[in-house]
C-alpha cells in the first residue's frame, strides 16, 4: 500500500499519517482494534478545538459495518452532555495522539442533530441516518 500524501484511506475511515511501515506492524494496530479501546478518544477539529469524546462505536450488525461513533460534547462533568451519531467516515483517525479529527467547528457541532442518553434516535431510520450523514457531508455507509 503506496501512500503518497499523509492521509491513508481505508474502508471508510482515513488515517492521518499512515506509512508503508505502520501497516506492517504487529499486534491489533489502528486498522483492527477492539471498540472499546476507541471509547473515551478525545475528538478535535482540523484547528485543534476539542469537540468531546467518543462514548459508544454503533455497528450495522447485519452488515458488519462500523455505522456511526456517538461524541459526547458540553456539560459539566459529564453531566448534561449532548450526544451526535457522527458517520463513521466522516471521522479521521490520528493514532500518534490517540484522537480523531472531525472537520466541523464547536459552533456547527452545537447546531448538529443530537439527543441526550436518555432520549436516544432510531439509528435504523433511514431517513434520519441520511439527515444525519448529510448533515456531516459524508456518503452513507450501506452506499
Known sequence: MQNTDRTTRTNSTRILGGTQSYWDSEGPGPRIT????LEGDKVVNASGESLGEIKDIMIDVPSGRVAYAVLSFGGLLG??????AIPWQALQLDPQNHRFVLDVDQEQLKAAPGFDKDHWPSMADQRWATEIHSYYGSRPYWE
Open 34 to 37: 477492539a471498540a472499546e479501546t
Open 79 to 84: 453531566m448534561g452532555n449532548k450526544l451526535f
